[in-house]
């Protein structure tokens, strides 16, 4: 006995239909629509994160406590301070470190020493007229 393939009844017609569907569609998937479905709307007029304007370029530059003291964030100006050996933009930061800011006493100033020390007394900037503080004669523990 054989095998035969009777196709002159509708059903079994459509049932072979069904099966060589379902198998092209399962040997052969469908691609994935790839191309966006609009234009997204931050990209119609060019790039949206680029900035409004790029922040100056600051140079490497040498820093005195004479140099500094103009830094100290009064008149809305920029606010620097030193802490061993190295300068910190703390503009940003104008709530703590500007005039009337937690940190106000330390802005424009040498601040290595009052924050080895935990101190904001004014003792602890370095003088004006005396070179960055190196915490030389401080030991591991305080520094």
Do not use: C
């Not at 629509?33 to 304007?53: C, H, I, N, R, T």
């Not at 790029?54 to 100006?77: A, E, I, M, N, R």
């Not at 940003?92 to 290595?112: L, V």
């Amino acid at each position: 006995m054989g095998l035969s393939l009777d196709f002159g009844t509708p059903i079994n017609t459509a049932l072979l239909v069904y099966i060589l569907y379902s198998v092209q569609k399962i040997v052969f998937p469908p691609l994935p629509d790839l191309a966006p479905k609009s234009v997204p709307a931050e990209f119609k007029d060019g790039y949206s994160w680029m900035p409004q304007s790029h922040p100056p370029t600051l140079l490497y530059q040498t820093y005195t406590p004479k140099t500094l003291v103009k830094y100290d964030g009064k008149d809305g100006g920029r606010i620097l301070l030193a802490i061993n050996g190295m300068v910190f933009d703390v503009t940003a930061g104008r709530n703590f470190y500007g005039p009337d800011g937690m940190y106000g006493n330390f802005a424009g100033r040498d601040a290595s020493r009052g924050m080895a020390k935990q101190s904001f007394a004014v003792e602890m900037l370095t003088p004006i007229d005396q070179p960055l503080d190196k915490l030389e004669d401080l030991d591991q523990e305080e520094v």
